[in-house]
């Protein structure tokens, strides 16, 4: 009966999405001034859910299944002169954009846990 909660799933995929993103916007930080870096990112996570819902069909199955693309970042300013495409600034700002969507993530996923809690009389 519980064994498979879309919306758990659901909000595991978001929450490995978003640590995935911090992953590559961290290494985008860790690269700032290397020569011909080219700045990185993930695909948004409704892309990426959406291509494994696509071929699987099921939203569990593309819950447990989603994998990110990594994705060239398209420079909004001007590359610096050593050819690195990394603005700290964007880096840092996508970075809280990848905290939020953790957290966001995480709630959803504990207050689906009380809920279930108070379904079953264990609050």
Do not use: C
Not at 33 to 53: C, H, M, S, V
Request: no cysteine; charged share 25%; glycine share 4%.
């Amino acid at each position: 009966m519980f064994s498979d909660l879309k919306l758990l799933n659901l909000a595991s995929a978001m929450a490995r999405h978003a640590a995935a993103r911090h992953e590559v916007l961290a290494e985008n930080i860790a690269n700032a001034d290397t020569p011909g870096y080219k700045a990185k990112d993930l695909e948004p996570f409704a892309a990426a859910f959406q291509r494994a819902l696509d071929e699987d069909g099921s939203t569990v199955a593309a819950a447990k299944d989603a994998t990110w693309r990594v994705i060239a970042q398209a420079s909004p300013g001007a590359m610096s002169p050593n050819g690195n495409s990394v603005s700290l600034e964007d880096q840092m700002i996508k970075s809280v954009e990848a905290q939020q969507d953790h957290d966001a993530a995480t709630a959803i996923y504990k207050k689906s846990l009380d809920i279930l809690r108070l379904t079953l009389g264990k609050a």
